[in-house]
């Protein structure tokens, strides 16, 4: 069986190599980062299924990274590291899309229990997200649009995009909301991008005539089939 790639964002040299070790104990692959910049290109280049990440980092933070992240992967797991306690730091961790939270200092065997429980999730979550669209077959995970024996390959944002519109299937799916979730922000520019990919979207569903995507003028998008 593969290895598990975990990605470890730690700027304390000592606990990060600790951590590291006792994983790859467990049969994990673990990539040690030591500040988010280094962590954020490592998720790029790696694809990793499963972020670990200190909160207090040099040149970006472990919520920045979070941030980041989310922006392009609504599923991939993160567990924070923190020596803070405030509730708003926890908050502040849930908020951006964080699953769980772990306060510095813990043990290896809660931090690996975490780790099992938040992956179990997301494959169980992954392989259920075959979607019926329709006479359309939705693979979300593979970003693959099949409709009798052709299939589309879809790119990022659409797949994520027609993700979201079918979650909120005959529901209006706000502009700004998605905006700022797949483009990280929702001026002019960046509007008139989902637009375009709006269009590309109903023209890859236009088979199946009873498929619609609502301008919903002022407010967002609807889906209804």
């Known amino acids: 069986m593969p290895k598990t790639t975990i990605l470890l964002a730690e700027d304390e040299p000592a606990l990060g190599q600790i951590i590291k070790e006792s994983l790859e104990t467990r049969d994990f692959e673990v990539l040690l980062c030591e500040n988010g910049e280094i962590a954020f290109d490592t998720y790029k280049r790696a694809a990793p299924e499963l972020l670990v990440l200190d909160v207090m980092m040099p040149k970006k933070d472990g919520f920045a990274v979070a941030k980041d992240v989310r922006a392009l992967d609504d599923a991939i797991p993160i567990i924070f590291l923190t020596a803070k306690s405030q509730t708003k730091d926890v908050v502040e961790g849930f908020s951006i899309g964080g699953n769980d939270y772990l306060k510095k200092p813990f043990s290896m065997e809660e931090l690996i229990v975490r780790m099992h429980n938040l992956l179990n999730r997301t494959r ?102």
């Open 124 to 225: 169980v979550q992954k392989n259920s997200e075959i979607i019926e669209i329709g006479h359309y077959t939705f693979d979300f995970p593979k970003q693959i649009l099949h409709y009798k024996e052709h299939a589309q390959q879809l790119t990022h944002r659409e797949a994520h995009l027609l993700f979201h519109l079918v979650k909120n299937k005959n529901q209006v799916l706000d502009r700004s909301l998605i905006l700022n979730k797949l483009w990280g922000t929702d001026d002019f520019f960046t509007a008139r991008s989902m637009d375009v990919f709006i269009s590309k979207l109903r023209k890859k569903l236009k088979q199946d005539s009873a498929i619609q995507i609502i301008n919903v003028r002022g407010f967002g998008y609807k889906l209804v089939f």
